[in-house]
């Protein structure tokens, strides 16, 4: 193969990586966007809770209590609306932010390929200048292709799809070991903190409490501001249940309660503390 055949492959897998990168590109821009209807979103709730919390302390305050109450039921009623449409479209951002983070995720694998790609064919050109040995040609003077393609990489949001599908149909065994691959290959990702806490669900299924236990703590102590968190701690708490440790699961259910109040994991909490006595 000539050099300037070389060159010209080399130049389109370069090419090729540019629109990978473009669409990173797109994407941080789009998360940036969602990133600041979420902060504006939030500022609301708040706004909301203060006049919420203002309402409540004139009602303490006045005396003339009935007209207070009619005028405070009717604006707690649309506050409490306002606060459910604005929870529905943090509800809806949040899940469009964990979509656009996988899609980070895959464009990032992909421009890391295509890298590899690009290095290795440059290795191969500067290789076949230089007249090297250990490059083997074809008939036609052409570099031999390996005889077996190499088998495609599996992008990191497929590779977590597998295994939550494997998951949701009990096969806990497949199921852990996809997590634990994914964990291997991609620790990095967006997605590593669900996959170390799903790892952790693994073994509570496969009831082995001591391992889940282990697992939910790694979610706990390297990804302490995950969405998975209070998760990790109430599962804990559940694990110790199991393994008739009382106090170690009213220490990590309290730690639920007080930690992520206002969560359904807190409400959970609290429901157990409640059948087992605080």
């Excluded at 990032?108 to 090297?132: H, M």
């Excluded at 295994?163 to 991609?186: E, I, P, R, T, W």
Aim: charge should be positive.
């Amino acid at each position: 193969m000539k050099p300037k055949t070389l060159f010209i492959f080399s130049f389109f897998f370069v090419l090729v990586a540019c629109a990978p990168q473009a669409e990173l590109v797109k994407t941080k821009s789009e998360m940036s966007g969602l990133r600041e209807d979420e902060k504006t979103t939030n500022a609301r709730v708040q706004e909301l809770q203060k006049r919420v919390d203002t309402l409540e302390a004139n009602t303490r305050d006045t005396g003339d209590v009935q007209r207070v109450m009619a005028d405070y039921g009717a604006k707690t009623d649309q506050i409490t609306t306002d606060m459910q449409i604005l929870q529905g479209k943090l509800e809806e951002n949040n899940f469009r932010m964990q979509e656009l983070s996988q899609k980070l995720d895959d464009e990032n694998f992909k421009i890391s390929e295509l890298s590899a790609r690009v290095d290795e064919l440059e290795a191969r050109i500067k290789t076949f200048a230089t007249g090297t040995s250990g490059v083997t040609t074809g008939p036609s003077g052409t570099l031999d292709k390996d005889k077996k393609s190499a088998p495609k990489a599996v992008e990191p949001s497929e590779a977590y799809r597998q295994a939550m599908n494997d998951f949701n149909s009990g096969n806990f065994d497949l199921a852990l070991a996809g997590f634990q691959n994914y964990l291997v290959l991609f620790p990095e990702t967006s997605q590593a903190d669900k996959a170390r806490y799903w790892e952790g669900e693994c073994y509570y299924a496969k009831k082995d409490f001591p391992k889940a236990i282990d697992a939910f703590s790694k979610v706990i102590k390297t990804y302490p501001k995950s969405d998975k968190a209070a998760g990790a701690k109430l599962k804990i708490g559940y694990s110790y249940l199991n393994e008739k440790n009382t106090a170690k699961a009213k220490e990590y259910l309290n730690k639920v309660v007080k930690e992520h109040p206002g969560t359904k994991e807190a409400q959970l909490a609290k429901e157990k503390l409640l059948k087992i006595g605080k």
